[in-house]
């Protein structure tokens, strides 16, 4: 079993819809989630940081964490071509090592 | 703030050459991170560093790749001889400490013929 578990994709959404990418983990331990994207051919950049149950809310973005099913999600409301990029979820294990995911491929269709 | 400084962006060299490269965390940030990120993957680390101690570096391949944080500032990571599989993206990211989110430089791509 892999540590972080991503659907690779892609996941085509049309413009304005809510795109929800999805993220398993297996550490319970883990303590602090969080979301990059990655454009092709850039580095990751942090887009959403959650350390505790429950949603969490950024403008268009929303994350949500579920420790007891080990499951950490992404909502992206009112998607946007300018979206559609690779979404690393990364996962920080109890020794501190930041886990990543394979990423999950967005297409935001006009 | 400056970001993450990384160089070179874009390194091509001979499988069983030597390549060096060179990270530059934001100011401030106690611990340093190297990634490896071969495409179509997510990232994986190699070292990491608190100021210039190393914390991990269970997946690095001690027998060909090293990497040191002189100073607890800059780093260098060195593979020593190159092997095809070790075309990628390498990766430095830098954080204030251990648990708290990472900030990652532009990389380099790295190619071997």
């Known amino acids: 079993q892999k540590e972080v578990e991503q659907n690779s994709g892609p996941l085509s959404v049309p413009e304005g819809a809510i795109a929800s990418l999805n993220c398993t983990y297996s550490?319970?331990?883990?303590?602090?989630f969080f979301w990059y994207r990655q454009y092709s051919g850039k580095s990751p950049e942090l887009i959403m940081s959650?350390?505790?149950?429950g949603d969490k809310e950024d403008g268009r973005f929303t994350a949500q964490l579920n420790k007891a099913s080990q499951y950490v999600s992404l909502l992206i409301r009112d998607s946007q071509p300018s979206d559609s990029a690779t979404y690393l979820c990364?996962?920080?294990?109890?020794?501190?090592?930041?886990?990543f995911g394979q990423g999950t491929t967005l297409q935001v269709k006009p | 703030e400056a970001g993450v400084a990384q160089s070179p962006r874009y390194k091509i060299i001979e499988k069983r050459q030597s390549v060096a490269f060179w990270c530059n965390p934001i100011?401030?940030?106690?611990?340093l991170y190297w990634y490896q990120q071969i495409l179509g993957q997510g990232p994986k680390l190699l070292i990491q560093?608190?100021?210039?101690?190393?914390?991990?570096d269970s997946q690095l391949p001690k027998d060909r790749f090293s990497a040191e944080r002189l100073k607890g500032v800059d780093s260098t990571l060195k593979i020593q001889p190159a092997k095809l599989e070790d075309s990628a993206v390498y990766l430095c990211?830098?954080?204030?400490?251990?648990?708290?989110?990472?900030?990652f430089g532009d990389g380099t791509r790295l190619s071997i013929l």
């Open positions: 990211a830098s954080s204030k400490k251990g648990d708290q989110p990472q900030h």
């Open positions: 550490d319970r331990v883990s303590q602090s």
């Open positions: 959650i350390y505790s149950n």
């Open positions: 990364a996962v920080n294990s109890n020794t501190g090592k930041l886990i």
């Open positions: 100011s401030g940030h106690a611990t």
């Open positions: 560093f608190q100021n210039n101690g190393v914390v991990d």
